[in-house]
Structure formats: structure tokens, C-alpha cells
């Protein structure tokens, strides 16, 4: 099946400080990606829809100004937590879509 | 607008026993449907999915699963499963135009020996 890859898989950040994750399809380009949210022992919530070359579409509720989205190319998609919070302390996922949506393996964000 | 229901957010199961995993939708339009696993600490792996066809559907690591179009039911089945079958399992829905997925709160598999 397709790979999709996310880096780091896990960063610790002091508050007030911006951190990238990034997502790559590895074998497959990927015109849509998406971001999710997961707190422990919960569903996947969807933040924000990626399209390549385009602005992302966000989810209610989601900053837009806090969590940036860039899609630059077929295969990268990288999620920007500016200025991070404890509060935005979590597991974030990232998937990339032909047909099927494959899953990257997650990224654990700590901010203290 | 879509919704996915899963019945349990728990299921303890003994080794070598069969086990199902229920799942239901709900849809104005039609419907791709998948079945996920994810293990402590990692992404979600698929498991199967059902896009067309056979409305029964052979995933990995012995799953299946079957499309009940008037139960609106896609309930995820083993009929021996392992201690490594341990897991967080998420039934999702997908609009054909749109293709966002709709989650389930997921269901936990306990496996004991």
C-alpha cells in the first residue's frame, strides 16, 4: 500500500515557540492532504483539508492563523503551530488521499 | 451530512475467539466505507475498505467485513483473534464527491490470553 510519512514523530516545545510537521506521500503524489487531531483516547478530528498549489480549507472552530497549512508540492504538505500553547499539547496525524486515504504514522506534540 | 456509530468503545475478547466489531452509518448519498486500526502511539493503518462490488470484503490480518446496505451496517469481523489484534478501531465513511472521512469514536479491542 501507499507510505505516508510525517516528521518529527515527536517534538517537545517550550510555550510561545512555532513548530513545522511535515507530511510526505513517499510513493504516490497527492493533490489533497488532510490534518487531524487526536486527544487521548479519542476519534480523529479533522482540522483542515490541504490542496496542492491552494489555500487549505479549515475546519469550524480551527485558527487558520494559528495552525498554517502549506501544500507546496504533490508529495509535502507541512502543518505550522505558531506561537504553541499546552493547550495545543496532542497527537497530530496527517493523511494523504488517491482513492484511499493512507495515514501518516502521527506526531506527538508536548508543549510545556 | 454523514455520522458513523460505533456500539462499543469496548470489546474484551479471549484468544482464539471469534469477535465483531459493529458499525453503523448514516448517509444521504452513497457511501465508500473503511475499517482502521491504530496501535498505541501510531497512525492508522487500513484495514479494508468497501468502495463497490462484493458487499463482503477480505481486509489484512484475517479481517473482514460486511456492507449491509439496508442495515446500513458495515460491522467488522475475526473469527480467531490474537493477542497482537490489540488495538483502536475506527470505522470511517467517505462521501464519493467530497472524500473527507467521517470517524467513529472507535471501538477498543482487548485481546487476553
Known amino acids: 500500500g501507499a507510505v505516508v510519512s510525517q516528521h518529527p514523530s515527536w517534538v517537545i516545545c517550550k510555550s510561545g515557540t512555532s513548530v513545522k510537521i511535515e507530511c510526505r506521500s513517499l510513493?504516490?503524489?497527492?493533490?489533497?492532504m488532510f490534518w487531524y487531531r487526536q486527544f487521548p483516547k479519542q476519534s480523529l478530528m479533522l482540522m483542515a483539508t490541504s490542496n496542492e498549489g491552494s489555500k487549505a480549507t479549515y475546519e469550524q472552530g480551527v485558527e487558520k492563523d494559528k495552525f498554517l497549512i502549506n501544500h507546496a508540492s504533490l508529495t509535502l504538505s507541512t502543518l505550522t503551530v505558531t506561537s504553541a500553547h499546552p493547550e495545543d499539547s496532542s497527537f497530530y496525524i496527517c493523511?494523504?488521499?488517491?482513492?484511499?486515504?493512507?495515514f501518516g504514522p502521527g506526531t506527538r506534540l508536548t508543549v510545556l | 451530512a454523514q455520522s458513523v456509530t460505533q456500539l462499543d468503545s469496548q470489546v474484551p475478547v479471549f484468544e482464539e475467539a471469534p469477535v465483531e466489531l459493529r458499525c453503523n452509518y448514516s448517509s444521504s448519498v452513497s457511501v465508500y466505507l473503511f475499517w482502521y486500526v491504530q496501535y498505541p502511539n501510531q497512525g492508522l493503518q487500513l484495514l479494508l475498505k468497501y468502495l463497490s462490488g462484493s458487499t463482503l470484503v477480505k481486509g489484512i490480518n484475517g479481517f473482514e467485513a460486511e456492507f449491509n446496505k439496508s442495515q446500513t451496517s458495515f460491522h467488522l469481523r475475526k473469527p480467531s483473534v490474537h493477542i497482537s489484534d490489540t488495538a483502536e478501531y475506527f470505522c470511517?465513511?467517505?462521501?464519493?464527491?467530497?472524500?473527507?472521512?467521517?470517524f467513529g469514536k472507535g471501538t477498543m479491542l482487548l485481546v487476553s490470553p
Open positions: 493523511s494523504a488521499r488517491d482513492l484511499t486515504q493512507y
Open positions: 470511517a465513511v467517505s462521501d464519493q464527491r467530497y472524500s473527507t472521512l467521517t
Open positions: 510513493d504516490f503524489q497527492a493533490t489533497t
